[in-house]
Structure formats: C-alpha cells, structure tokens
C-alpha cells in the first residue's frame, strides 16, 4: 500500500480559496459532484476497510488504513477503477465482507500541478478543503500558496472531524446523507423556541 499525503483545512473561504486557485494557474478538474460510497468490512481487517465509491464519472474500489490519524502519512492505500459497480458490491459480499455503512459527500476537485484540492461538503459539516499531494512538502507548499496555517492542519478519515467538531461518532451511523440532516435540520426550526 502507499502512503496517502493529504492534509484537511477547515473553517475556510470557498470562493476566496478558489480565486486564488485560479490566480495561481489551478484548473478545476471536475465541479461539484455527489460521491456515494459503500464501506465494507470484515475481521481480517483489523484498522481497515474497503471503500466502493461512485464518483459521478468514474468508480473506484479503495483498501485504506489509517495508522495514526495524527500524521500526514498516517494513511494508506491502494486503489483502483472498476467498471461495474453493482457487481464488485456483489463480489466483496460473497467474499464474506461486510456492507457497514453507506455515505454521501459532495466533491469539486481543482488542480495546480501534482497537487489536487478537493472542497467536500459532508451532511452536517461545513465545506472544508483537502489538499492532496505526491509527497509532504508539497502539501505543506501547496497550503502556504493558499495562506492555509499548516499547524491547523487536520489528517485521517472525515470520522476524525465529524467527533472533534460535533462530537458524533459517524462509524456507527449506517447511513449519512443529505436528506436525513436536511430533515434533521427542517425538525429543529419547527421546535418553538421558549
């Protein structure tokens, strides 16, 4: 497996990020598109699991491990396109994996050379940006061409920002989708305030 080099920004300005973006040469390689994803487990992986994700264009079936989601290389994985999505879920249950949990997200992914910078919106979250690069030094350059202070620099899976920033555990949520925290969202302004 290699090592993924991402690092997490929060609390960011999405259309001044992205201006900069596109003062500095960026491109947008894709705009703002639902991914869907099925996690699948089983005992033999012990701290990983394997992600089915339809990325609007294209799916891809990942293995991850995160190792320590404190570091930037905390992170490991190995990827790759499949062609039918349904079928490989079919697959990844007769092999005795289990279908644990079923999530959206909404993804624009802009680049500037090797690095990608992908603004994804998460049900109850606000948009945050991802920086992606070959190595560390990139992401760490990459994020200083943005005025992004390094030091606030989050790693690791988006379960790591939803318990520091909500407290909620999204692991043991079957589902996470737009629909249930827009009705989540719609329950709480029909509450009269006292």
Do not use: C
Not at 32 to 40: D, N, Q, W
Not at 42 to 52: I, S, T, Y
Not at 84 to 94: K, N, Y
Not at 168 to 193: H, M
Request: hydrophobic content about 40%.
């Amino acid at each position: 497996m290699k090592h993924e080099y991402e690092a997490k920004f929060l609390a960011i300005d999405v259309a001044g990020l992205q201006a900069k973006l596109t003062t500095l040469g960026a491109t947008q390689a894709f705009p703002r598109t639902l991914l869907t994803r099925k996690i699948f487990e089983n005992d033999a992986l012990e701290g990983a699991w394997v992600r089915l994700r339809d990325e609007g264009t294209r799916s891809t079936l990942t293995l991850k491990q995160v190792t320590d989601a404190t570091t930037i290389n905390g992170t490991t994985e190995i990827e790759t396109e499949v062609t039918d999505l349904h079928a490989m879920a079919e697959i990844l249950r007769s092999l005795g994996m289990r279908e644990v949990r079923y999530q959206e997200n909404y993804r624009e992914e802009w680049r500037l050379g090797e690095v990608a910078f992908d603004f994804d919106t998460w049900p109850d979250l606000p948009t945050f940006v991802e920086i992606e690069g070959p190595d560390e030094a990139s992401v760490r350059q990459a994020a200083a061409l943005l005025d992004l202070d390094y030091s606030e620099a989050r790693f690791g899976s988006v379960d790591e920002i939803y318990k520091s920033e909500s407290g909620r555990d999204i692991l043991a949520e079957p589902t996470l989708l737009f629909a249930d925290a827009d009705k989540q969202a719609s329950a709480r302004a029909a509450v009269p305030s006292e």
